[in-house]
Nanobody
Framework: QVQLVESGGGLVQAGGSLILSCAAS????????MGWFRQAPGKEREFVAA????????YYAESLKGRFTISKDNAKNAVYLQMNSLKPEDTAVYYC???????????????????WGQGTQVTVSS
């Protein structure tokens, strides 16, 4: 199991930006996909973005394309989520996730991922 630790959350005004970071506890050669999900109060956890470990493929929730960007730093075993033009509806706990075992789930589905971080709170004020 890989430990994932998110950071970078906080309170920001609408229209502002935040960068979330997710650090893996150790280098692993089995992670092939890293993703970000979010969960707002009273709602299901939803897909935000994902990137292959080699960085060649990225995936985004359609509604967030153009505002959110996922990137990674292999040397630091870290993945980032740049969030721009934030809106109050972006308020949620953001979770980092890692996929190590192949499955038939798509990259946008929770079942694809084996390990999860504890989450970091993002609050966007209007």
């Amino acid at each position: 199991q890989v430990q994932l630790v998110e950071s970078g959350g906080g309170l920001v005004q609408a229209g502002g930006s935040l960068i979330l970071s997710c650090a893996a506890s150790e280098r692993t050669f089995t992670i092939y996909l890293m993703g970000w999900f979010r969960q707002a109060p009273g709602k299901e956890r939803e897909f935000v973005a994902a990137t292959s470990w080699n960085g060649r493929s990225t995936y985004y929730a359609e509604s967030l394309k153009g505002r959110f960007t996922i990137s990674k730093d292999n040397a630091k075993n870290a993945v980032y989520l740049q969030m721009n033009s934030l809106k109050p509806e972006d308020t949620a706990v953001y979770y980092c996730a890692a996929a190590r075992k192949w499955s038939a789930f798509s990259e946008t589905m929770r079942g694809k991922y084996d390990d999860w971080g504890q989450g970091t709170q993002v609050t966007v004020s209007s």
